[in-house]
């Protein structure tokens, strides 16, 4: 009697390739603004860092006011002397996978000598977010890599301090809203 493998094979491929998409899907990378916009802007930030909770909503007003013209990206750089950096960014990402990002990261901006876990849970909680979805994503992990990815990309790219904004790949120094906003309107 032969035995045939290939269905065992091609079974055993499937199981694995479910095993490591993992059983909850992530959404895409946060973004703001038109996807084909002549201008992206990157931002590598710190949801601790105070510099970043005064910048950061500053960026995302512009580019809520200029939807058309401009995107933006958000990368996460959790510097190690922030407490609660990393942990509140995997929270971000796990509000991220129910669409909820910019509103969670903006809590977080706003209340970052608050940070606990518990916190970070409670600001959820206040989200109307799916809990149980919510606590299983940051209990779990389940986004520690896509942190460690941003991580990677922002050291392969050579940041060293938060917040930093790419403009069309180009490193452009945050003086104040002003210039930065007048920088962005003479690309166009």
Known sequence: MKISYKPLLTS????????????????PRPTLGNP????????????????C?????????????????VRLEFH??????????????EAAECANNQGKFWEYAKTIFENQKSLSED???????QLKLDLTAFNACLD?????DIVRADLKEG??????????????????????????????????
């Open 12 to 27: 055993a491929v499937l199981i694995a390739l479910t095993a490591c998409s993992g059983s909850s899907s992530h959404a």
């Open 140 to 144: 779990k992990d389940q986004t520690k």
């Open 76 to 89: 996460h750089f959790p510097l190690p002397m922030h407490e609660f950096a990393f942990r509140a960014a």
């Open 53 to 69: 909770g005064l910048v950061g909503p500053q960026v995302e007003e512009f580019v809520r006011a200029n939807p058309d013209n």
């Open 119 to 125: 916190f970070l849970k409670k600001v959820a909680e």
């Open 155 to 188: 050291t392969n790219r050579n940041v060293s301090f938060t917040p930093s904004l790419y403009v069309n790949g180009k490193l452009v120094e945050w003086t104040s809203k002003e210039a930065f906003e007048g920088y962005i309107k003479s690309l166009k």
């Open 36 to 51: 084909n916009a002549k201008i992206t802007i990157e931002e590598f930030s710190d949801l601790q860092c105070p510099a």
